[in-house]
C-alpha cells in the first residue's frame, strides 16, 4: 500500500497516533482478512451458543432461534466451526 | 542564590532531579550509574521529596513504567547505561513514538563482549536514532545545569521528546566536584510544574499505542522529525533562561578558540575539558588550535559547528564509540555530512579513542592538534581514520 492522497498529512494529525476518540476500533472492519468464511447452518443451529462464547472476536450475534455471524468483523479462524457440537457451520473458502 | 557544594557526577544529577519536583521515577541501576538511583532513592526514603519511586526488575521495565507514568502527565526521570540502555532500545522508541518527554541520566559505559564497565558512548551511540535529544555534559556541573533545562526542554509542548543527559562513566559519574547549586525554590520557579497537551484519563479517554499501517506510520515519524527542528528554538530559550537565573552560559556547543585557530578537535563529554586545557598550554607557545565542544548531539547543532569551523583550515573529530564498517565514527560521520552539505572544504580526519575507558591523555591529545595543524599546513590527510591510544 502506498500513498493515500485523500487522508490528512502529518500535520493536521494528533501527535504521537494517539487517537481522541474512544472506540474508534469498531472503524476497522477486520473481516476483510478473512480467507475462510463460516456459514451457519439455521437449521441444524440448536442456538446453545458455544461459538459465541468461543469467538474470539466476539463476531457471532445472537438472535432469537440461532445465531449469525457479523462477517464484518470475522476474520475466518474458524474457532466456531471447530467447537460447533452438532456441525451446523461449515468453513468455506472467500472468492475474491 | 547559588551555593557550592561538593557532589559526584551521579550525585549532580540526582540532586538536579531532587529540585525539579519530578512525580515519578523508575530506575534499574547499572555501574557506574548506580549512585543517581540510589542517592535519589535516599532523597525518598528520607521524604525530601514527594516523589512515587517504583522499584522495577529491569531497564526495561523501568522505560515502560516511565512510558505510562509520563502519560498520565508526570513529570518522570530514570537513569541507565551501558547494558541497561540497551535493554531499554525498544522502549525508548516507544517513548519518543508517543511523544514522553521523559528525562534520564546516562552515564556512558562500553557495551559487551566483552564485558567491561568504563567509559565510552558506545551505549547512547547506540540509541542515536530513537528520536531521542542527547546532551553531553563535560562535567558534575554541567550535568546538574543541564538536567534542570532537560526538564523544560523535554516537556515544552513544541518539544515532547525525551531527553537524555550523558556524563562520562567514571571520570564524570564518580569524580567529586565543586557544583554550583541553585536554591529549591528558584528551581520551581524555573521549571513550574508540567503541563501535559493530551493525558491518559478517565474523564476524557484517548487511545494510546494504537495500530498504525501503511496509512499513517509515516506521519507520525514525520512529525518526529519536526519535533526536533522545533526543539532548536525551544533549546535557545530555555538556555538564554537559564543563563539569566545562573549566570552560566549554555548553547548547542561550546568553542574555545576558533576564532584565530587553523586546526581544532571536536569532542563530546569529558575529553572536551582535557582538549582545553591541551588547547590553552599549545596556544601560549603559538600553535593557533581550537576545540569545538557540542553539548547536543541530538538534535544535531550543525549550524552551530559550521559557523564555529569558518576559519579554520583543518579538523580531528574525535568519536568515543566505533562505528564498525563505516567511514567515520558517528560525530565525524555527521561532521562531514554538514560540511559537505555546505560546499565547505575543510580536511578533516577521525580520531576512535577511549573505547572500554581508556584514558584519552594530554599527550595523544597534544600529537592529535599537531597532527591536525600538520594537515592544515600541508592540506593533506594521510589517515582519515585513526585509533588513538590503541596497541598495534
Given at each position: 500500500m502506498g500513498l493515500s492522497e485523500s487522508k490528512p498529512g502529518w500535520?493536521s494529525i494528533p501527535m504521537g497516533g494517539i487517537l481522541l476518540e474512544p472506540g474508534s476500533a469498531l472503524n476497522y472492519k477486520t473481516g476483510d482478512w478473512r480467507a475462510f468464511k463460516p456459514i451457519v447452518d439455521q437449521n441444524k443451529c440448536t442456538n446453545c451458543l458455544l461459538c459465541w462464547i468461543f469467538c474470539p472476536d466476539a463476531a457471532i450475534n445472537r438472535l432469537e432461534k440461532f445465531v449469525e455471524v457479523n462477517y464484518d468483523y470475522c476474520k475466518g479462524c474458524g474457532v466456531c466451526a471447530n467447537e460447533c457440537p452438532v456441525k451446523a457451520i461449515t468453513m468455506v473458502e472467500e472468492k475474491r | 542564590?547559588?551555593?557550592?557544594?561538593?557532589?559526584?557526577?551521579?550525585?549532580?544529577?540526582?540532586?538536579?532531579?531532587?529540585?525539579?519536583?519530578?512525580?515519578?521515577?523508575?530506575?534499574?541501576?547499572?555501574?557506574?550509574?548506580?549512585?543517581?538511583?540510589?542517592?535519589?532513592?535516599?532523597?525518598?526514603?528520607?521524604?525530601?521529596?514527594?516523589?512515587?519511586?517504583?522499584?522495577?526488575?529491569?531497564?526495561?521495565?523501568?522505560?515502560s513504567?516511565?512510558i505510562g507514568?509520563?502519560l498520565t502527565?508526570?513529570?518522570?526521570?530514570?537513569?541507565?547505561?551501558?547494558?541497561?540502555?540497551?535493554?531499554?532500545?525498544?522502549?525508548?522508541?516507544i517513548?519518543?513514538g508517543l511523544?514522553?518527554?521523559?528525562?534520564?541520566?546516562?552515564?556512558?559505559?562500553?557495551?559487551?563482549?566483552?564485558?567491561?564497565?568504563?567509559?565510552?558512548?558506545?551505549?547512547?551511540?547506540?540509541?542515536?536514532?530513537?528520536?531521542?535529544?542527547?546532551?553531553?555534559?563535560?562535567?558534575?556541573?554541567?550535568?546538574?545545569?543541564?538536567?534542570?533545562?532537560?526538564?523544560?526542554?523535554?516537556?515544552?509542548?513544541?518539544?515532547?521528546?525525551?531527553?537524555?543527559?550523558?556524563?562520562?562513566?567514571?571520570?564524570?559519574?564518580?569524580?567529586?566536584?565543586?557544583?554550583?547549586?541553585?536554591?529549591?525554590?528558584?528551581?520551581?520557579?524555573?521549571?513550574?510544574?508540567?503541563?501535559?497537551?493530551l493525558t491518559i484519563s478517565s474523564d476524557r479517554p484517548i487511545t494510546v499505542g494504537a495500530l498504525c499501517l501503511t496509512d499513517y506510520y509515516f506521519e507520525m515519524?514525520?512529525?518526529?522529525?519536526?519535533?526536533?527542528?522545533?526543539?532548536?528554538?525551544?533549546?535557545?530559550?530555555?538556555?538564554?533562561?537559564?543563563?539569566?537565573?545562573?549566570?552560566?552560559?549554555?548553547?548547542?556547543?561550546?568553542?574555545?578558540?576558533?576564532?584565530?585557530?587553523?586546526?581544532?578537535?571536536?569532542?563530546?563529554?569529558?575529553?572536551?575539558?582535557?582538549?582545553?586545557?591541551?588547547?590553552?598550554?599549545?596556544?601560549?607557545?603559538?600553535?593557533?588550535?581550537?576545540?569545538?565542544?557540542?553539548?547536543?548531539?541530538?538534535?544535531?547543532?550543525?549550524?552551530?559547528?559550521?559557523?564555529?569551523?569558518?576559519?579554520?583550515?583543518?579538523?580531528?573529530?574525535?568519536?568515543?564509540?566505533?562505528?564498525?564498517?563505516?567511514?567515520?565514527?558517528?560525530?565525524?560521520?555527521?561532521?562531514?555530512?554538514?560540511?559537505?552539505?555546505?560546499?565547505?572544504?575543510?580536511?578533516?580526519?577521525?580520531?576512535?579513542?577511549?573505547?572500554?575507558?581508556?584514558?584519552?591523555?594530554?599527550?595523544?591529545?597534544?600529537?592529535?592538534?599537531?597532527?591536525?595543524?600538520?594537515?592544515?599546513?600541508?592540506?593533506?590527510?594521510?589517515?582519515?581514520?585513526?585509533?588513538?591510544?590503541?596497541?598495534?
Open positions: 500535520k | 542564590m547559588s551555593r557550592l557544594i561538593g557532589l559526584t557526577g551521579n550525585e549532580a544529577i540526582a540532586y538536579a532531579v531532587k529540585q525539579s519536583n519530578v512525580d515519578v521515577v523508575a530506575a534499574y541501576p547499572i555501574t557506574p550509574q548506580t549512585i543517581m538511583v540510589e542517592a535519589f532513592s535516599g532523597y525518598v526514603h528520607d521524604g525530601e521529596v514527594n516523589t512515587e519511586f517504583i522499584c522495577v526488575e529491569s531497564e526495561h521495565s523501568a522505560m513504567a516511565c507514568a509520563s502527565g508526570a513529570r518522570v526521570f530514570t537513569a541507565t547505561s551501558s547494558q541497561g540502555l540497551a535493554l531499554m532500545h525498544e522502549m525508548l522508541y517513548a519518543s511523544r514522553c518527554p521523559i528525562v534520564m541520566g546516562v552515564a556512558n559505559r562500553a557495551l559487551s563482549a566483552p564485558i567491561n564497565i568504563h567509559a565510552d558512548h558506545s551505549d547512547m551511540m547506540g540509541s542515536r536514532d530513537c528520536g531521542l535529544i542527547q546532551i553531553y555534559g563535560e562535567s558534575a556541573q554541567e550535568a546538574y545545569d543541564w538536567t534542570i533545562q532537560a526538564f523544560k526542554i523535554a516537556e515544552d509542548p513544541k518539544v515532547l521528546l525525551p531527553v537524555s543527559v550523558n556524563i562520562d562513566g567514571w571520570s564524570i559519574s564518580f569524580s567529586m566536584e565543586g557544583v554550583k547549586v541553585l536554591e529549591d525554590d528558584e528551581v520551581t520557579k524555573f521549571l513550574s510544574t508540567r503541563k501535559p497537551v515519524k514525520r512529525q518526529q522529525v519536526e519535533a526536533l527542528k522545533d526543539s532548536y528554538s525551544v533549546i535557545e530559550d530555555v538556555t538564554k533562561e537559564y543563563e539569566a537565573l545562573t549566570g552560566e552560559r549554555y548553547g548547542f556547543i561550546e568553542t574555545y578558540g576558533v576564532e584565530d585557530a587553523e586546526a581544532g578537535i571536536v569532542c563530546l563529554g569529558s575529553a572536551a575539558g582535557t582538549a582545553k586545557a591541551v588547547a590553552k598550554n599549545l596556544r601560549s607557545k603559538g600553535k593557533k588550535v581550537a576545540v569545538i565542544k557540542p553539548w547536543f548531539y541530538r538534535p544535531f547543532p550543525m549550524e552551530d559547528i559550521l559557523k564555529a569551523v569558518e576559519n579554520l583550515k583543518a579538523l580531528a573529530v574525535l568519536d568515543r564509540a566505533c562505528s564498525f564498517g563505516a567511514p567515520y565514527g558517528a560525530l565525524c560521520s555527521d561532521i562531514t555530512a554538514a560540511l559537505y552539505q555546505y560546499g565547505k572544504d575543510l580536511k578533516v580526519f577521525n580520531g576512535i579513542y577511549g573505547l572500554g575507558g581508556r584514558d584519552i591523555t594530554p599527550f595523544d591529545i597534544e600529537a592529535i592538534f599537531n597532527e591536525a595543524l600538520e594537515v592544515a599546513k600541508t592540506e593533506l590527510v594521510k589517515e582519515s581514520l585513526k585509533f588513538i591510544g590503541v596497541r598495534e
